[in-house]
T-cell receptor
Framework: QKEVEQDPGPLSVPEGAIVSLNCTYS??????FMWYRQYSRKGPELLMY????GNKEDGRFTAQVDKSSKYISLFIRDSQPSDSATYLC????????????FGKGTRLSVIA | GAVVSQHPSWVICKSGTSVKIECRSL??????MFWYRQFPKQSLMLMAT?????????EQGVEKDKFLINHASLTLSTLTVTSAHPEDSSFYIC????????????FGEGSRLTVL
């Protein structure tokens, strides 16, 4: 079993839809959880991160962590065509220099 | 967030030549930088960890003589693909760890290498 599992998609939704992107993980030692967005032929861009369980909201994006289920989610409200990208989850066990473990990424297409 | 600049963004070279890719942290010092490789529609594959002033640490299966990494200053790491072959064609991305407590990674724009 891989440490971080993420459905690669592709996921296609109409403009304005609520998008739910998810990752599961096996190692309960993970404490920091991040979401990156990667446009085609570009480097990943950090969207947001959360520490331990709970929710964090930033504009149309909400990150949710459920440590009891080892499940994290990224919700995108009022999705736009410009949200079309690959979204990668990533997590690490501690702060500072501990390694970041990535999911494979989910390709999202928002259709106008 | 921190800014990481990568250059060149796109390079085409002949088989057998060497190509150097630069990665710079523009507004912070990065003692550690990371080099990734990404094939089309695949996730990031960590190649090596670049440490300022010391030798890079390579992941299993990555040839250190093929992919030379130099981290001579706190703001610059370079990846040189030596004697490039068509199978080395890929998207190479560098990243640097932020200075905050969390240590999240900030990525460069990536460099697309095509070897003819």
């Amino acid at each position: 079993q891989k440490e971080v599992e993420q459905d690669p998609g592709p996921l296609s939704v109409p403009e304005g839809a609520i998008v739910s992107l998810n990752c599961t993980y096996s190692n309960s030692a993970f404490q920091y959880f991040m979401w990156y967005r990667q446009y085609s032929r570009k480097g990943p861009e950090l969207l947001m991160y959360t520490y331990s369980s709970g929710n964090k909201e930033d504009g149309r994006f909400t990150a949710q962590v459920d440590k009891s289920s080892k499940y994290i989610s990224l919700f995108i409200r009022d999705s736009q065509p410009s949200d079309s990208a690959t979204y990668l989850c990533a997590m690490k066990k501690g702060s500072g220099n501990t390694p970041l473990v990535f999911g494979k990424g989910t390709r999202l297409s928002v259709i106008a | 967030g921190a800014v990481v600049s990568q250059h060149p963004s796109w390079v085409i070279c002949k088989s057998g030549t060497s190509v150097k890719i630069e990665c710079r942290s523009l507004d912070f010092q990065a003692t550690t930088m990371f080099w990734y490789r990404q094939f089309p529609k695949q996730s990031l594959m960590l190649m090596a960890t670049s440490n300022e002033g010391s030798k890079a640490t390579y992941e299993q299966g990555v040839e250190k003589d093929k992919f030379l990494i130099n981290h001579a200053s706190l703001t610059l790491s370079t990846l040189t693909v030596t004697s490039a072959h068509p199978e080395d064609s890929s998207f190479y991305i560098c990243s640097a760890r932020g200075q905050g407590e969390v240590g999240e990674l900030f990525f460069g724009e990536g460099s697309r290498l095509t070897v003819l």
